[in-house]
């Protein structure tokens, strides 16, 4: 289990129509109440249909939240509750989106697999290096396959068959697994369903990697199509599921280069290659509340 060590801090993230003295506004909030800012970014992004739109992602050290200066600046009771009910009140003032993580707080992420092992193997390896910064309470997949891989890593592993007259009974109990198990993530390690929009609606956010810049060679042996087509680079991209199949916000892209030398199992090698990277800088982006979606796109700090 990942503990918490050191000072805990707070990551807001913040979306709002472009505006003069948004960050000294955001800033002063928290000089206001004695709190230090360890860490700031912005984007303004003025290609919008809307009108310019502004993005910040502000890291707060909470060690100065018991001061006399906090206390007082929040009429009394200075704590997160107070803090989060006084930044809604300004951000209702911006017309701004916001949110609010906390580091004391590990989430936990659920893996959903099928037989496919590379990016289970490579999650989890990063997971235990403390590259991703989470828990991972259990490995979900329709065949019984990885459950070898997820018992090496005394992680529950449940194998919940799939069929067309099944699907909706299946999804059913994959919601109560993550309810059970709370999990604020889950990651589609080359889970090979589709989700239907109920169970995206009611889950929490879901991440996936597809095999490619979207949406080319969709389907069977992609990188067999793509060997086929003499292609010179193949790529991976890591992007949020919604009801839209392979649509959604993209978090992450990469490619690498092929040639006529390769065969397409080599590629294929070479590919998951990709995606195991791709996946992985998606997901420790998500953990470490690098990512506001706006839309149909993401801004990524």
């Not at 948004?22 to 230090?36: D, E, P, S, T």
Request: proline share 6%; hydrophobic share 45%; with cysteine.
């Amino acid at each position: 289990m990942t503990r918490m060590t050191g000072p805990v801090h707070a990551t807001f993230l913040v979306a709002a129509p472009d505006q003069p003295g948004l960050v000294a506004r955001l800033a002063g909030f928290f000089y206001n109440i004695g709190l230090n800012i360890i860490d700031a970014s912005n984007h303004s992004d003025v290609f919008t249909d809307e009108g310019p739109r502004f993005f910040m992602r502000l890291v707060v050290d909470l060690s100065g939240l018991s001061s006399p200066a906090a206390v007082d600046a929040l009429g009394g009771s200075a704590t997160r509750s107070a803090i989060e009910a006084a930044f809604r009140e300004l951000a209702g003032a911006l017309s701004a989106r916001w949110s609010v993580d906390y580091s004391d707080h590990v989430p936990k992420m659920a893996i959903l697999v099928t037989k496919d092992p590379a990016c289970l193997y490579d999650l989890v390896l990063r997971q235990r290096a403390g590259e991703l910064r989470c828990e991972i309470p259990l490995v979900i997949s329709n065949h019984p396959t990885l459950e070898a891989v997820a018992e090496s890593f005394r992680i529950p592993f449940f194998c919940l068959p799939i069929t067309p007259e099944t699907k909706r009974e299946q999804e059913r109990q994959v919601l109560h697994l993550l309810k059970k198990h709370h999990v604020d993530l889950v990651v589609l390690a080359r889970y090979m369903q589709i989700l239907s929009e109920e169970m995206l609606h009611e889950g929490p956010p879901v991440i996936n990697i597809h095999h490619g810049f979207l949406p080319a060679f969709q389907g069977a042996k992609p990188y067999h199509q793509a060997h086929a087509r003499g292609v010179k680079l193949i790529g991976a991209t890591a992007h949020y599921a919604t009801r839209d199949l392979d649509q959604g916000p993209i978090i992450e892209q990469d490619v690498a280069r092929v040639n006529h030398q390769m065969g397409p199992e080599e590629m294929t090698r070479l590919g998951r290659d990709v995606e195991r990277l791709v996946l992985s800088r998606a997901v420790r982006a998500h953990l470490e509340r690098r990512v506001i979606v706006e839309g149909r796109r993401t801004v990524v700090f």
